[in-house]
């Protein structure tokens, strides 16, 4: 298997995927301007709700954001076009990584496999042909790569379905109620909305979403089942861009096709041109340094952190410790509240801060679920409080709904936000557990 690994095969899958990555990468960042996400999360609040512990990574002031995104669509094409491609990449890689952590209001598991796409492609020969790159610098042009090349690419993509599948197996999703409400949700189409909110219909959309997640990869891998799976890919997908709204992802998932199948049909197709490759199928000794160091590890981590939450208090449908960057994707639906109270700690007289002038309608809703940002918003009032002279006691009344189920209190009413530790890698004490919350009913 390891010498199988470094076996010299035709690079047309990845020279076709740098062409679709860079299109991608500049549709999502064109089209986060054209579609007023720039302008929702990034212009209009007076601050973003960054991951814990980068909080100094605000969005540029004034017009700075809408300037930075044309600036990374611009790089996308340039990625596509292979000018300059690692010094282009590795710059969208950093902006988008900025964007990334800069905001939770609009969290989206694509952001995060983009991320990894691009740091993952920084580290791959994809400029060696049919880039701008080959042509100025003709000795750099190659016909071939080593295999781990594409395995790489299909062992992130199986990462990605597997975990989705295993975050599907609670009770939420195998009865169909959240496909039930999202559909009911998503669908405004009346005569639509009745046909797919049938018990047939969303609970079929539920298992075959769970078989596609399962299988859809290991199917992809055998040529008899090849074809018939992406044929699978490209309805569901569809599907989902249609009904989801979902963004550039069903369109970047499919991209991923071109590994799986053989390099020679891949440059057949779509660079007739490019030579055939006589001598693949020869070991190099390319890029083994940086399979072993580098993606190995890499691979190990991406198989840890979405088991992480099983080595933390609670469930982390309720708690969300340990959601993100763990393929949860389109999983469960949260609603309900928070309200604050604020005491002075001198006097002991309560403090009134108005919430919503510091916060979009967008921000307050995503908020007020979720635990770390109702602990970074006690630590902003706190902060607001302390310009002021004041020490603020912040307190937060929480109840939490999952997919429209009873309400549960989520966070300890007697624990003083502002003073409470934020735990990085376990649970949080203030967080409440089966054991120690109540219900609203109670």
Known sequence: MKQRLFLQIDNAPLIIFRMFLGFLLACETFGAIATGWVKSNLVDPTFTFSFIGLEWLQPLPGYGMYIYFCVMGILGLLVMIGYKYRWTLGLYTLL?????FMQKTSYNNHYYLLLLVCIIMLFLPAHRYASVDAKQNPLIRKFTMPAWCSWV?????FIVYFFATLAKFYPGWLNGTFVHNLLDYSVTHEALNKIMTHKAFYLFITYAGMAFDLFVVPLMLFKRTRTIAFVASIIFHIFNSITLQIGIFPFFALSFAVFFYPPDTIRRIFLKKKPAVKYAGEPTSEGRAVFWYFFIPYLLIQVLLPLRHYAI???????????????RMMLRSR???????????KTGLP????????LTAKQVSSMETKPDMIWQTAQHIKEHFKKQGKDAAVYADTKVSINGGPYERLIDENTDLATAEWDYFFHCNWVLLPENKLSVTD
Not at 153 to 157: A, G, K, S, T
């Open 335 to 345: 609603s309900g509240y928070t309200n604050f109270k604020i005491v002075d700690k």
């Open 153 to 157: 690419m299909i062992v992130q993509i």
């Open 96 to 100: 988008w990584a900025g964007a990334y």
């Open 313 to 327: 208090k609670g469930d982390v449908l309720l708690t969300e410790e340990g959601h993100r960057m763990s393929w």
């Open 351 to 358: 403090l009134f801060y108005n919430l919503r002038e510091e």
